[in-house]
């Protein structure tokens, strides 16, 4: 949509695609690991970070679909370097066996974009018995973020390039519940709404990357985290809001951003030099954005962090 491609200072606007944003960038010789790759901006991120030559590797929890992918990027993209990689992001177990299973393979890891995601779920618990949205959105990258790093650190220091984090959160961590995380609450179903519920594991995505950059920091590592807001698109995220799922289907067309689109600020993080050094911040449309002030809060970043570990080490 015309009125929505007003450009901001990095000279990208909502309407610029992942190629725009990349055009020109040499990716050759990083190697990249992007989580729910199996569709919608995941497919679209891999493809283009293939396309700027590099070395792809896609966790997601369908095997078959991930491979459906790979044959569809080297069909386009012959030269394509890409790997597809079972993870089920709310499993603890699953996530720490592809975190052992790819330092098994002794690939390097410079950019880990935390992507995958599910979206207003009914009330459900994962394997854990942890809140589904929470355990798939944040505890499982949370986890596999912690499982990386010093691959990632030991590739920043030997390469000499920056290693950068990514997750990727969405504008609905504006609308979690009154105290942002339900710390006290976070598995229990009275009160619960998918929305915030969603909502709530956004602003997790959000406090994880602001926390993260903050220990990076403090230990000199060449590694950023960031989070972005991919914008509005019509994917399978919506698959889970019965009515509205046919609704968004109809109306795709008319959604502010197409997958292409819908992809770039991903890639911009990810691969583009004028993001270089900037660690700890919100992007959207390919510019840095201001988050909502729960997403501000470092006490709560903090807090969150603390929780989150002791979730994953019980």
């Known amino acids: 949509m015309w009125f929505f491609a007003r450009k901001g200072s990095s000279g990208f606007s909502s309407s610029s695609t992942a190629e725009e944003v990349t055009h020109g960038i040499d990716g050759s010789g990083l190697t990249a690991i992007i989580t729910g790759a199996s569709s919608g901006i995941g497919t679209e991120t891999a493809r283009v970070l293939a396309l700027r030559g590099v070395h792809v590797i896609m966790g997601v929890r369908n095997i078959s679909a991930g491979k459906n992918v790979k044959e569809a990027i080297v069909k386009k993209i012959p030269s394509a370097k890409v790997e597809a990689m079972e993870l089920d992001l709310s499993s603890i177990a699953s996530v720490r066996k592809f975190a052992s299973d790819f330092k098994s393979s002794g690939l390097p890891l410079n950019i880990l974009i935390n992507n995958a995601g599910i979206m207003a779920t009914p ?66 179903p009275s009160g619960y709404s998918s929305f915030r519920a969603y909502g709530q594991s956004k602003l997790a995505n959000v406090l994880h990357a602001k926390e993260l950059a903050k220990k990076l920091k403090e230990d000199g590592a060449n590694i950023t985290a960031n989070s972005l807001h991919p914008g509005l698109i019509a994917t399978n995220l919506f ?70 570990m002791n979730l994953v080490n019980k």
């Open 123 to 188: 009330f459900l618990l994962s394997k854990d018995n942890i809140e589904l949205q929470f355990a798939t959105n944040h505890i499982g990258h949370f986890l596999l973020t912690n499982q990386l790093l010093d691959i990632m650190k030991k590739t920043a220091q030997k390469n000499k390039r920056e290693g950068r984090i990514l997750n990727v959160a969405s504008q609905a961590h504006r609308m979690t519940y009154r105290d942002g995380i339900r710390f006290n609450r976070i598995n229990g």
């Open 239 to 308: 698959r889970n809001i019965g009515p509205l799922n046919g609704l968004v289907n109809v109306l795709g067309r008319l959604m502010p951003k197409n997958v292409q689109q819908g992809a770039a600020t991903t890639c911009y993080v990810a691969l583009h030099p004028q993001v270089t050094g900037i660690s700890g911040e919100y992007f959207s449309d390919s510019n840095l954005a201001k988050t909502s002030s729960l997403g501000r809060d470092d006490e709560l970043a903090k807090k969150l962090w603390d929780f989150s």
